[in-house]
């Protein structure tokens, strides 16, 4: 298989046509330090539009909005009444581009910071001036022109957005925009944000006018223009999560700007947004529009690829200590009785957002109090404020970090069925999936869902399994003609493992963890190891000295011998447990075999030891001074692996891995997990057991897991394998 198509088929949002993770750091990097470097003003123009005369409602649209103005505000410090933001009926393309020359166009100036966000349909026409070519557009509300002429279309050529924001006085200009231009075939009825070029439309006079007069102004500015997609033919998606509808490239962007920590160098990792779009089923690759023109001069390219830009000496974000902290969320409102607050928790993994308990626990990044989660609305939440003697009353805006995760213990896997089903198909597959202990169903589009049921497009007499970009899931199809309910029965050993899955994936807390701990995936050869991938918890390290400047494309080629160097620089010794997933969905773990003390005797199982870091120590998985090796085998796939820690041993966790029966050839260090969701749910209880906490919050361990963030810790790495 060659390099493109594999990277193209997977769904990382690693380098694809030409745009790598170097890239993607400098990009991500410059939108930060754009937010958070101090600056005499920032002003944002936002849109969404979800409603659009004769054309199918969007849902995300006015949720993205949102999720960057909190963001904008609580994290990087811009003036509510700097932002200003146009949805539905409002963002006509009259009202767009004059509010963009009133409000950012007239009060821009040198140094100031600006922010313009377009959430909405995207879609190609034609100029009369090139007809041969077709033009990527921006769809406003008012797409259709008040002309008799039903062809003429008022939308706003990107090339027209591009002059708008050069023509502003100041560097510091970063555009968002989570919209594509291609639309693709309808896959599954997944929504996505373009609409179908039609060759017959015709761009309204007036915008062809306002083109023209753009081109003869003076264009100081040099723009990063960030799009949800670097594939220009790929579509950019939007899901239902747990109660709102979000586009995933900006609900992913905003969430990591939220609990990562800006240091000496400020770096948005293209890495960790793969790890959050695949957990969420989603293909997309963004990428910046500017880098990805034909006529991007030599300079110009190299400049936008240069390595991570340094913060200011003392600017610490925004010059504030807050500002310098990564949170979950933030203090929204105070209720009139003082001791109730509503929380914005747009820092939380998407992936976990959904099955936060009641009696999570957040601690405010510059007191002492806490805060009891009480109940939750989409990204809103109410929490209780523990009284503490002499504290200082809260305030709005102040940041919040997680401190408990609870984490319901009946989580299920949940199975959308896709409406092209007959009604007696959905039946038939409702009461084959109710046989499943731990698997829901539900209707597509209605509920969030982790996977989704359907016919293959290509033999629509066969059922598969999906995962929610399209994909279809490996070994997870039926045969020709066979009924629902069989090819459902076949699917019990992958549901049981994809579940696993989901449930190991609620343990990730990169953000927030506060055990030191950093881990780096390398390459072995003959000269020192390669790195290939870093993670660290970043709230326990105050300086990045010793993360690469720019890491390469995570590819693995097939027979490298590989390991994990794991630093523990926290006060206590700490457990290590690794599980994974590979290319086809089965589940794999990291086994630390015990030599048995009478290696001669035939039946003498190989028991499992636990693998323990010292405080201060570095451990290599596997370790260098063992027989056994950990080499990449063939085929090409993409492998996803979560990395947990605890400060207390994973005693039922070895427990369920030594009660599967392993053949003396799978005795690898990295090999098959045949009782995932046995050892998962042992893992869960281990971490609850490791937690200490108090007994006075009412929390019903019978119903949940309690984490505490001092005494767990989970990374998630993900890589490919050519």
Known sequence: MKRRTFLERIGSILAVLGITEAEWLSLGNRYYQALAQPSPRKLALLIGINQYPKIPALSGCLTDVELQRELLIHRFGFQGSDILTLTEEQASREFIEAAFLDHLGKQAKSGDVVVFHFSGYGSRVKLETSPETMQNALVPANASSKSQDEKIVNYILEETLLLLLRSLPT?????????????????????????????????????????????????????????????????????????????????????????????????????????????????????????????????????????????????GGLGLPESIIGAEGAVRAIEEDGKTVQLWLAGLPPQVLLYYGVNSRFTLATTTEELVLRSRTGLTAKAQITQIEGANPLQIGQLVQEAVRVLLRNIHLIIALDTGLERIERVDATSAFAAFPHVSTVVAGEKPADYLFAKLQQTPSRYGLFS???????????????????????????????????????????????????????????????VIMQRQTVRTFKTETSIQKSLPTPIVPIGSRMQYRVENQSDRPVYLILLGLNNNHTAIAFYSWETPQEPNTADTKPLLKEVVIAPGETLTLPQTNTASEWVISGPASECEHQLIFSTAPFKGTLAALNTAKYSTAEEGPIGPLLNSLDVVQALLQDLHNASTLKTDMNVTTADSHSLDVNNWASLSFSFQVL
């Open 468 to 530: 929610l970009g399209g994909e279809l899931i490996s070994n997870a199809t039926g045969e020709a003609g066979e009924a629902v309910k069989l090819t459902v029965q076949k699917l019990a050993p992958k549901l049981s493992t994809l579940l696993a899955a989901k449930l190991w994936r609620l343990t990730e807390n990169q953000g927030s963890s506060r055990l030191a701990l950093k881990a780096t995936l390398e390459i072995i050869n003959n000269i020192s190891p390669r």
């Open 171 to 315: 560097n510091r200009v970063t555009a968002v925009l989570d919209t594509s231009y291609y639309a693709p075939t309808p896959v599954l009825g997944l929504k996505s944000r373009a609409l179908p070029e039609s060759l017959e439309a015709k761009l309204a006079a007036e915008e062809l006018d306002f083109l023209q007069q753009l081109k003869t102004q003076k264009l100081p500015s040099t723009p990063i223009v960030l799009a949800a997609t670097s594939n220009p033919k790929q579509p950019a998606r939007e899901e239902l999560f747990s109660g709102f509808s979000a586009g995933l490239f900006t609900y992913a962007l905003t969430q990591y700007l939220w609990e990562f920590t800006p240091t000496t160098r400020i770096q948005v990792s293209l890495s960790h947004v793969e790890n959050s779009l695949s957990k969420l089923g989603s293909r997309q690759q963004p990428g910046n529009l500017e880098n990805l023109s034909p006529n991007l001069s030599p300079k110009r390219r190299e400049a936008l690829n240069s390595p991570p830009y340094l913060v200011g000496k003392g600017a």
